[in-house]
Every structure is written in structure tokens, then in C-alpha cells.
């Protein structure tokens, strides 16, 4: 079933150059934007007016245990993922099929993916703190994981165990 699925989304691809392109921009390029949103939303959200440079950092000091808990439940969230990778040796889809071209370069292990741990705990840990916010980057985690996988550098598997991690580190450390 996971190849099946794989080779659902990853024919999906390589049809059209702009197509191709976006499916590397989302996969490989969006990610940073997102870590940079995901900065922004946490210093303006539930702020309605624009706020002065001295504003922002008293901003970012009143609220440094909530910025603090989201990217260390990411951090942590992606070195598991990287340890896990290392324990499990799950090889990618362009290594097992010969078929399988990648839209662009990837190295290492596949199981759990990094991204998908990284943005899934990201995501989970913004929901915390503002349930709109948490939704947008639930669903900025699930583009950037179906384009990982239509790019041919994960398989569903891959994505869906890197969700679940990035799900529970954050949801263990907000329990803790």
C-alpha cells in the first residue's frame, strides 16, 4: 500500500517544468518561509496594531517561554527524527526504484522524515497557543510532506511516521 500511494502522488509530478518547479519550491524552498511565518506569528499573533522595533523585542520578551517551547519542540522533534534515521535505515524511494527520478537532491536515510517531524511539531506546538495559527501550519505540514513525497524523496510512510513524532514531541513537552 505505501508504494501504491507513493507512485499515486509521485505520477502526479513530472508532467510540466513549472509544475515540477513548484513541487521543488514547496518541497525544498518553502520550508525556510514557513520557519520564518511561524517567527512572525508568534510575535504578532492576538496583536491587532503595528507594532515599533522596541515593541517587537518586548513582545519577543514577554512571550519567550511560548517562542522558546515551539522551536525547541521542533528542534528536539528533528534530532530524533535524525537519530531515528540512523536506527531504522530506510532507504528512499529513488534507491529502491529504478524508475524513480527526485526532483532534487536528497542524502541519507528516509524513516522518519526530518521535514515532516520538524513542521508537524511546529505546527502541533503554534496550536497550543492559537488554534487558527496551529491550523494553517498543520496544513503548511501536509503541503510540504505530499510534495517530499510527489518529488520522489519520501515515501508515505516516511511522512505520515515523521507526522506522528513531530505530534507527540510536542504534545509530550506541553504535557511535561
Not at 54 to 62: E, F, H, Y
Not at 92 to 98: E, K, L
Not at 106 to 114: L, N
Amino acid at each position: 500500500m505505501n508504494n501504491q500511494i507513493f507512485f499515486f502522488f509521485y505520477n502526479l509530478a513530472h508532467r510540466s517544468v513549472f509544475f515540477d518547479q513548484l513541487i521543488i519550491f514547496i518541497a525544498d524552498i518553502f520550508p525556510y518561509i514557513v520557519v520564518i511565518l511561524a517567527v512572525i506569528s508568534l510575535i504578532i499573533y492576538k496583536e491587532k496594531e503595528k507594532k515599533t522595533l522596541k515593541q517587537i523585542i518586548s513582545v519577543v520578551c514577554i512571550r519567550w517561554k511560548e517562542i522558546t517551547f515551539v522551536f525547541f519542540s521542533a528542534f528536539l522533534a528533528w534530532i530524533l527524527a535524525y537519530i531515528l534515521k540512523y536506527l531504522f535505515h530506510t532507504e528512499r524511494p529513488f534507491d529502491v526504484f529504478s524508475s524513480v527520478t527526485s526532483l532534487f537532491s536528497e542524502t541519507g536515510y528516509a524513516f522518519p522524515s526530518g521535514h515532516a517531524t520538524f513542521f508537524m511539531a511546529l505546527a502541533v506546538a503554534l496550536f497550543f497557543y492559537s488554534k487558527k495559527v496551529g491550523y494553517i501550519f498543520i496544513f503548511f505540514a501536509l503541503l510540504i510532506g505530499i510534495a517530499r513525497i510527489m518529488s520522489g524523496v519520501h515515501f508515505p510512510v516516511d511522512i505520515f511516521g515523521g507526522f506522528i513524532l513531530g505530534f507527540l514531541i510536542a504534545f509530550f513537552l506541553k504535557n511535561v
